[in-house]
Nanobody, 129 residues
Framework: QVQLVESGGGLVQAGGSLRLSCAAA????????MGWFRQAPGKEREFVAA????????YYADSVKGRFTIARDNAKNTMNLQMISLKPEDTAVYYC??????????????????????WGQGTQVTVSA
């Protein structure tokens, strides 16, 4: 089992940057694939980015491609999401998620919230115009 805690959210102006972190407690963090999702008020939770257990494979939603970068450090049990060129439409609560499901492969699986077993409590990101 993995416990996840996000940090790094805040208020930033459009065009600015933020770096979200997800700290994981658990002995087998390196065996889990990880992802970031977000949920804006009145909207459904949506996929943002995901990374394989080794960090060698990453996936991004089209809306953030080229602006967000996902990375992980298995030695430190952490995953990060570097966000640049932020837009007001990036405003949401951002959640990190994890799953040990080794059968999941490809964007069609990594991007599905239901394929993740563990979730953090979320961190608010607000981008002002």
């Amino acid at each position: 089992q993995v416990q996840l805690v996000e940090s790094g959210g805040g208020l930033v102006q459009a065009g600015g940057s933020l770096r979200l972190s997800c700290a994981a407690a658990g002995r087998t963090f390196g065996n889990y694939r990880m992802g970031w999702f977000r949920q804006a008020p009145g909207k459904e939770r949506e996929f943002v980015a995901a990374i394989s257990w080794s960090g060698s494979v990453t996936y991004y939603a089209d809306s953030v491609k080229g602006r967000f970068t996902i990375a992980r450090d298995n030695a430190k049990n952490t995953m990060n999401l570097q966000m640049i060129s932020l837009k007001p439409e990036d405003t949401a609560v951002y959640y990190c998620a994890a799953s040990p499901d080794s059968l999941c492969s490809g964007y069609g699986c990594y991007s599905v919230a239901e394929r993740y077993d563990y979730w953090g409590q979320g961190t608010q990101v607000t981008v002002s115009a």
